[in-house]
């Protein structure tokens, strides 16, 4: 195994310290966490999309796809074990007096070995008022998930699921859920119906559910409904599924089958080349 040194590249080139004071500073722009393997990536070409279209809304402006890719795979080089990555989005142009204006983004391309795989384990999760400012973009406002998250643990909980104010349930902190009914061959996957962040890794498993055949659908589901299901499990791009035994005092059976039958429909969906 060779050694491979954390890096940081802005544009294809080394970042320094004055790169990146303007991103610290402004702290506007949005982001995607990935995980390659081999030199590939599952849900690659949503990954690039997710980028594109929030590019366009915050700045008003295009981002060359084809060239992020380009510096992916000069960042991630020839190494083939597990890397975790972080594309960010940002504009040194932007100016903060006149937001409106179209301004060139730069991408920042971080690169580290992925950490050693946990056993894995069930979450806990206590529920919270609360949802994301324009939840379809995984922008760089992440002060809420973890407050929340740090609030959850306060009160002896793994992790803070976010429902609205019309008591229907989003998204966990930096997770989407999911929930099953059923067993077996029968087994049926339910996705909330709320705003939220259209996850890479939720559409992975969707994709994968389907080349499976196992049923999977998306529904409004309320806090107060959660006595319907069996299971539950969270998931994004670098857990495919992590089971919930709790959602505040509703208790789920920690099902490793469903895990099972979930890993089996990620790993079904095939990985790109970067």
């Not at 992916?72 to 100016?95: H, K, M, P, T």
């Not at 730069?106 to 795989?117: E, I, K, Q, T």
């Not at 959850?152 to 989407?176: M, T, Y």
Request: hydrophobic share 45%; charged share 20%.
């Amino acid at each position: 195994m060779s050694d491979f040194a954390a890096r940081m590249e802005l544009n294809g080139v080394p970042a320094t310290a004055d790169d990146l004071r303007l991103a610290l500073a402004n702290n506007y722009g949005h982001f995607t966490a990935l995980r390659v393997q081999r030199g590939e990536v599952r849900g690659l070409g949503m990954h690039l999309d997710r980028l594109q279209q929030a590019t366009r809304e915050l700045f008003a402006g295009e981002l060359d796809r084809e060239r992020v890719r380009g510096w992916l795979r000069q960042a991630v080089g020839a190494e083939q074990r597990e890397l975790s990555v972080r594309i960010n989005v940002f504009s040194r142009r932007f100016d903060r007096a006149h937001p409106a204006a179209p301004a060139a983004p730069d991408v920042l391309v971080s690169v580290a070995p992925a950490p050693p795989a946990a056993a894995p384990s069930a979450l806990r999760l206590k529920s919270f008022r609360y949802q994301r400012e324009m939840p379809h973009i995984k922008h760089v406002g992440t002060f809420p998930l973890f407050h929340f998250r740090a609030l959850a643990q306060r009160a002896a909980c793994d992790d803070a699921l976010f429902v609205g104010a019309d008591g229907l349930i989003g998204e966990a902190s930096i997770w989407n859920i999911g929930f099953a009914s059923g067993s077996g061959d029968a087994t049926r996957i339910v996705w909330p119906r709320a705003p939220q962040l259209d996850g890479v890794g939720m559409r992975v498993l969707q994709a994968g559910l389907a080349k499976k055949g196992i049923a999977s659908v998306t529904q409004p589901v309320r806090l107060s409904e959660l006595g319907a299901f069996r299971a539950a499990f969270v998931t994004n791009a670098s857990t495919v599924a992590q089971l919930v035994t709790h959602i505040d005092g509703t208790e789920f059976v920690r099902n490793t089958a469903l895990q099972a039958l979930l890993t089996r429909c990620h790993d079904a969906v095939p990985a790109e080349p970067i």
